[in-house]
Each structure stands twice: as structure tokens, then as C-alpha cells.
């Protein structure tokens, strides 16, 4: 006889129910158990997720670092490049002669493989009567500026302008004449402005210690050129210094030694000082490099004693004058004075200097126009190198 469904042996029913426990734990979770990753069509990379305020920050970072990079390569692209502060005087063949391309772009070269990164060009001469000479020839000066600047860029290109200050007569200074330091003036802001020069080079002789119609000389000029551009001065050596056991020239030029309150006086109006370091008669190599070393610790004790007198920093470039030209009678023997003596001395007078001759900024020699090959081999081998 068949049981009906309602009347189940005890024996099945418990296994029903054991049946029915395991499928309901099965469809259980323990909830101790880590959770793991399951690929569903496909392998799912984990999901990441950055804080808003985090990624905010990273964009900021990156903007900023591409905007420092762009600025150090624009400042690298437009710095110009530095230039030696050496120098060199050139004379009319270049600024009145109009050399062809080929031979400018030779000087340009000679003067880069030399590390002369400052070149006092010829002007013009104030004459006797005031009159600038040889003004029909400017016109070749403008000209030689703008080719020279486009092939020598970093160099800076100063107009050399001599002025004659001998006295007129006995009573007569001729520097003191107001008139005259207009006219010089009024010149050196045209070859600034007009011409394109990035400063002028006075050469005045004589000056004479304490001579106050000088200063008021390189006040107008330094006045009149503004604040962009830069007054060079030419001045001259302690040629027969009295208080100091140093070889002297056989003659005795008197008002030649400025005083250390003079130099500094000077030094704080022009923006660079070219010690003329030659001619001085003497007639030994070892005399001209001991006379050179005592001009070069002179000169730069005068601009570091600007450091404690009254405070004010000493800003301006000192050079010193390195003869490279003919023999002339009496006052300069090719033999004694040359670059190697010259140097020698420099030399010297730096070591003798002490502190002071970081002051010393580099040499300037004269005359290109006579320089020869050997000249050229020496400078580099003994100075430049």
C-alpha cells in the first residue's frame, strides 16, 4: 500500500531537513572571510580611487613644474653671454676706413679667442678751437657701431673721445672753461644716443691731482650719457711716486701722483677706470714691472678704502693700461715696456695686493693697429690662458 505524502516515514523527513540546512548555508556568506577578486567575462583591473582634494593638488604641482622649466629654458635662450671684461683700443681703420665684412668678422674672432670683451673705439679729438675733429668721417663711425654689435653682440663698444687739456696759456686752465665741458658733454650723449655706443671713453691729458675742473668734467658727461650707459676714463699712472722705494723714470712730473682721496673721487663718478700704465722712461724690464706692481696695488687700495670711507660701495671696474705699441723717444723702449714686463708687473702688484685686487677687473691694451703676431701669442699665452 502507498504511503501518501502526508504520511512520510520520520527517517525521510530528517533528511529533508538536513537537505534543506545545507542549501541555506550555501547560499550564506561567512563575513570573516577576505573578499577576493573575480574575473566576469573578462579579467577588471582593481579599481583605484584618489581623494578630489590629492588629485587637485598633483595638477597644481605639474603646472607649476612646467612653468619653471619653460622659464629656465627662455632665460637660458635670451641671457646674453658673459664677456671677459679685458680690453683693446682700436683706431680709424675701423671706424673711419669701412673695413669689408671679411675683415671685421676676422677682428671680431681674434678679439673672442683673446677673451676681450670691451673695445674703446676712435671718435674724434676736441681741438684747440672747441671743434670736434674729422666730423665729416661720423658717418663711417655710425655705421662701423651697427656692423660691429651684429657680429660681436655681448662685447660693449665705447666711443673714444681725447680732449686736449693743456693749459692755453699761464693763467688759462683750459678744462675750467664751462663752455668747453658742454661741448664735450653734448657730444658724449649724441654717441650714446645717436650712435648707439654703450658708453664713451674720455681720454683727457693732462689731469693733474686734484684737479676739480675734471670732475666737473666727468659729472656732465656722466650726467648728460644717463644711467644706461657707461663713462669710461682714461687716467694716468703714479709716474714718479716720492714716498715709496720703487724704480722711478729719469724725469720728474710733477702733480702726476694722485692722492688716494683723488682716485676715489674719480672711481665714484666714471663706471671704469683704465690706469695708462706706459710711457713711463724707464729702461729695464725688471724697473717697469716693479713700477707696474706698485700702480696696480695703488690704484686698487684707493677703490677698497672706498669700503670704509663713508660707507659707499666701489662699483667702479678697474683696468689696467698694457703697452703693445711702437718705440717712442724718451718716454717708451718697445724692449722694456711690452706685454710679458707688463703682465709681470700685473702679476705682482695683484699678489702685493691682497683683498684689494678683486678690484682689478682685467687689462686694456694698446694700440691693436701695431699689434703683431707675437703680441697677440703672448697676451693669450701669459694673461688670457
Given amino acids: 500500500m502507498e504511503e501518501s505524502p502526508q504520511s512520510e516515514s520520520p527517517r525521510k523527513n530528517s533528511a529533508r531537513e538536513r537537505h534543506q540546512r545545507r542549501k541555506q548555508q550555501g547560499m550564506a556568506q561567512p ?22 582634494n590629492r588629485l587637485a593638488i598633483y595638477g597644481a604641482a605639474g603646472v607649476i613644474f612646467l612653468i619653471v622649466v619653460v622659464m629656465l629654458i627662455g632665460r637660458i635662450k635670451n641671457e646674453a653671454p658673459k664677456t671677459s671684461a679685458n680690453a683693446i683700443w682700436i683706431g680709424t681703420q675701423w671706424t673711419y676706413d669701412s673695413p669689408d665684412d671679411a675683415a671685421l668678422t676676422a677682428l671680431v674672432q681674434k678679439l673672442r679667442d683673446h677673451q676681450i670683451g670691451i673695445v674703446y673705439a676712435w671718435v674724434s679729438l676736441l681741438q684747440s678751437n672747441n671743434a670736434w675733429s674729422d666730423t ?6 655710425k655705421a662701423f657701431v651697427q656692423r660691429f654689435k651684429r657680429l660681436y653682440p655681448e662685447a660693449r663698444l665705447y666711443g673714444w673721445l681725447s680732449i686736449d687739456a693743456q693749459p692755453i696759456d699761464k693763467i688759462t686752465v683750459r678744462l675750467s672753461d664751462t663752455s668747453m665741458q658742454q661741448i664735450v658733454a653734448d657730444f658724449s650723449q649724441r654717441m650714446t644716443a645717436e650712435f648707439k655706443f654703450d658708453g664713451v671713453m674720455l681720454n683727457v691729458v693732462p689731469v693733474f691731482n686734484n684737479d676739480e675742473n675734471y670732475l666737473a668734467v666727468l659729472r656732465k658727461v656722466h650726467s648728460s650719457i644717463g644711467e644706461k650707459a657707461s663713462l669710461a ?3 694716468p699712472p703714479d709716474w714718479t711716486p716720492t714716498e715709496v722705494n720703487i724704480p722711478k723714470p729719469p724725469r720728474i712730473e710733477p702733480g702726476t701722483i694722485w692722492d688716494e682721496a683723488y682716485k676715489q673721487r674719480v672711481a665714484l663718478i666714471a663706471d671704469q677706470v683704465v690706469i695708462t700704465a706706459y710711457n713711463s722712461g724707464l729702461s729695464t724690464s725688471a724697473d717697469y714691472a716693479a713700477w707696474m706692481a706698485y700702480q696696480v696695488k695703488s690704484f686698487s687700495s ?26 717712442q723717444a724718451l718716454t717708451h723702449d718697445t724692449n722694456v715696456e711690452n706685454i710679458p ?27 691693436e693697429s701695431q699689434m703683431n703676431d707675437d703680441d697677440w701669442s703672448q697676451l693669450k699665452q701669459l694673461w688670457t690662458n
Fill in 233 to 235: 676714463v682714461a687716467v
Fill in 341 to 367: 714686463s707688463a703682465i709681470s708687473g700685473i702679476r705682482t702688484g695683484l699678489t702685493d695686493s691682497g683683498t684689494s685686487a678683486k678690484y682689478i677687473k682685467g687689462v686694456a691694451v694698446y694700440f
Fill in 136 to 141: 665729416g668721417k661720423l658717418d663711417s663711425v
Fill in 302 to 327: 684707493a677703490l677698497a678704502g672706498l669700503q670704509t670711507t663713508g660707507g659707499i660701495p666701489a662699483s667702479t671696474e678697474l683696468l689696467i693700461g698694457v703697452p703693445a705699441y711702437d718705440t
Fill in 31 to 52: 563575513t570573516n572571510i577576505p573578499r577576493q577578486l573575480k574575473p566576469s567575462g573578462g579579467f577588471e583591473l582593481p579599481e583605484v580611487r584618489i581623494p578630489f
